[in-house]
């Protein structure tokens, strides 16, 4: 159970760090006022055109994920990112939460939590794009994401027996983010929460189940789902500026 609240503690401290010093400073460059302006540091004369960002808290949950957000006119925003999905070893915590949850101690091919679920299992990719608008304090706007995971002859323990699977999912998502940013000197803290809607198109190819001397011939079988989803988070990011020509 403590390895549960591990992110949670992670981020509070992180946020407890970046709420001291110089806390404000973004705001005077990226989130206050509306003009061409603000984005300008008058004491370089420079202006903030991007930001590039890491997740330190997704690794916990088998994704790194790479962002860039480029700065357009006013309060205006576009932030692309690139997650690399990877597998926990086989034999740590996280995963067999998920591989042994089912009935008996067996591991669980449906339900909630599943290893078909399981984020801890997979390669693959992941895509966001998200357009934003600056107000005073926070920003707001539409995300567009998509993820492709896949794990392929991956073995799993049933009942007296084993069964060989692959799976390959390719998800859409829909959503609207809230998110506050500040800084401590040329270092961002990137606050953010985003509820929407994902359709998930899952193709599982069981290839063999071994039950004592009995052999099955393989299957395949496609699980559509649609379903929502909260995220919450927090990105650490560095200012890029480039020469004002104003």
């Known amino acids: 159970m403590k390895k549960q609240f591990l992110p949670l503690l992670i981020v509070a401290l992180l946020f407890v760090f970046s709420s001291r010093g110089h806390c404000n400073n973004l705001e005077e460059i990226v989130i206050t006022g509306s003009s061409d302006n603000f984005k300008i540091d008058t004491i370089t004369g420079k202006k903030l055109f991007a930001i590039i960002k890491v997740n330190p808290i997704q690794p916990l949950f088998g994704e790194i994920p790479f962002s860039f957000e480029l700065f357009l006119h006013k309060e205006r925003s576009i932030q692309f990112q690139l997650g690399l999905i990877f597998p926990f070893p086989e034999k740590s915590m996280a995963r067999k939460f998920f591989e042994e949850s089912g009935e008996n101690g067996e591991v ?37 994401m998509y993820k492709n995971c896949f794990y392929k002859n991956s073995i799993f323990s049933i009942y007296d027996g084993y069964q060989t699977e692959s799976k390959f999912s390719n998800i859409i998502g829909f959503g609207y983010i809230l998110g506050r940013q500040n800084d401590r000197r040329n270092i ?37 789902t649609f379903y929502p989803f909260i995220n919450l988070g927090l990105r650490l990011g560095i200012k890029l500026w480039k020469t004002n020509q104003t």
């Open 188 to 224: 961002v803290f990137d606050w953010y929460g985003c509820i929407g809607f994902r359709y998930r198109v899952m193709l599982i190819n069981v290839l063999k189940i071994q039950d004592g001397q009995s052999y099955y011939p393989n299957s395949k079988e496609f699980i559509n």
């Open 108 to 144: 669980s091919s449906s339900g909630l939590v599943s290893y078909r679920k399981s984020p801890y299992n997979n390669y693959g990719l992941s895509l966001k794009f998200e357009l934003r608008k600056y107000g005073k304090y926070y920003y707001h706007g539409p995300q567009i």
